[in-house]
């Protein structure tokens, strides 16, 4: 895991993976980082990795037993770690009122962490303070991966993962 030095502010962080295992390794940090309310918008073609990510990011929070093959036809997922965890693929969804209908709003805005993929479509209706993680393929195994703070609460969590070291040291 290589952090792409220049590019990098206390609110942006790029991220050069080379394996599933390093995308596996931050998106689990971000879990354990993760406070009550704490929402994540996951941008990125198809097999990018937000899921792999979001699955480890479950496991941060406490979840046990995440299923690795989810069926993608369930639109939230919830899983209870040591805060509810709430699971949105919006892949499939028409469009934001149909997001909205499923209680976006309630769940954004309660004490649990929101996982939301294909965040972009969505975006006019997330709250401002949260954290953005897109992916871009660069190889087969390989990714760029994007973390964005806009706000105290996701700021908090970049914050944590420089403290704990996390994207520090390898490449
Ligand atoms: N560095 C990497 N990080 C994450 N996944 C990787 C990486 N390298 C290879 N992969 C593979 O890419 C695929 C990522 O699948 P995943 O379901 O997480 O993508 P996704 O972004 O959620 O796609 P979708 O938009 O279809 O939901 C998996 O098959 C995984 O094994
Ligand atoms: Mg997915």
């Known amino acids: 895991m290589s952090l792409e030095s ?6 942006c962080w790029v991220v050069d993976v ?9 998106g689990r940090a971000i879990g354990q980082a993760g406070g009550p309310g704490l929402v994540v918008a996951l941008v990125g073609n198809l097999g990018a990795g937000k899921t792999r990510f979001v699955q480890a990011a ?14 993608t036809f369930v639109l939230i997922h919830e899983y209870e ?11 499939r969804l028409r469009d934001i ?16 962490v929101c996982f939301i993929e294909w965040a ?11 954290l953005t ?20 609460r996701s700021q908090r969590v970049l914050e944590r ?8 040291g390898q490449s």
Not at 86 to 91: A, N, Q, R, V
Request: hydrophobic share 30%.
């Open 97 to 112: 009122d149909e997001f909205l209908e499923l209680g976006a709003d309630e769940y954004m805005a309660g004490d649990g």
């Open 133 to 152: 993680v897109t992916f871009e393929i660069t190889g087969e195994q390989s990714r760029r991966i994007e973390i964005t703070a806009a706000g105290p």
């Open 120 to 130: 972009d479509r969505m975006e006019e209706v997330l709250p401002r303070d949260r």
């Open 58 to 71: 479950a496991e941060g929070l406490g979840v046990e037993d995440v299923p690795v093959n989810s069926p």
């Open 81 to 91: 770690g040591r805060l509810p965890v709430y699971h949105f693929d919006t892949y």
């Open 6 to 11: 220049g590019s990098n502010s206390t609110n």
């Open 18 to 26: 080379s394996a599933e295992d390093e995308t596996r390794r931050l």
């Open 161 to 168: 993962l420089r403290t704990d070291g996390v994207l520090e």
